[in-house]
Nanobody, 115 residues
Framework: QVQLVESGGGLVQPGGSLRLSCTAS????????MGWYRQAPGKERELVAD???????NYADSVKGRFTISRDNAKNTVDLQMNSLKPEDTAVYYC?????????WGKGTLVTVSS
């Protein structure tokens, strides 16, 4: 089992920034992909960004140019730097990792963008 703990959510004004962090622990052998998803009220969960173990990144069109994902393989962490936040970025953000074909999820951290 892999446990994921997220941190860094909160309330921010439009145009502001937040940094989310996720730390993986437990039975970690070779995490393939680490990423962030989000789910807004009344909407389905969607991919925000992910990053492979080789550093290849993938972003949702809605966050390109504003969000940056990074990972530290030695520390088993993945961060999401979110800039120029918009009200439509309001959601619960979930950390996700893929190891040997098995997905693991964090409990989520709430990001609210509002004035």
């Amino acid at each position: 089992q892999v446990q994921l703990v997220e941190s860094g959510g909160g309330l921010v004004q439009p145009g502001g920034s937040l940094r989310l962090s996720c730390t993986a622990s437990g039975s970690i052998f070779s995490i393939n992909v680490m990423g962030w998803y989000r789910q807004a009220p009344g909407k389905e969960r969607e991919l925000v960004a992910d990053i492979s173990d080789s550093g290849t990144t993938n972003y949702a069109d809605s966050v390109k140019g504003r969000f940056t994902i990074s990972r530290d393989n030695a520390k088993n962490t993945v961060d999401l730097q979110m800039n120029s936040l918009k009200p439509e970025d309001t959601a619960v953000y979930y950390c996700n990792v893929l190891q040997y074909g098995i997905e693991y999820w964090g409990k989520g951290t709430l990001v609210t963008v509002s004035s």
